[in-house]
């Protein structure tokens, strides 16, 4: 982990449907980033909150 992260809650649809992850990020345009990274282009993010 790196210094300054933070647990985000990101709820996104893959395609099997909605589902939610919890993402270490330092913000929440690092969590769409990592999300995007882990899960593939091919995914539709609905939200990004913090826990």
Do not use: N, W
């Not at 099997?16 to 882990?38: F, L, N, V, W």
Request: proline share 2%; with cysteine; aromatic share 6%.
């Amino acid at each position: 982990m790196r210094c300054g992260t933070k647990c985000f809650i990101v709820t996104m649809e893959k395609d099997d449907g909605k589902q939610t992850y919890e993402i270490p990020a330092r913000s929440a345009a690092d969590a769409r980033k990592i999300s995007r990274r882990r899960y593939g282009d091919g995914l539709i993010i609905h939200s990004v909150h913090k826990k």
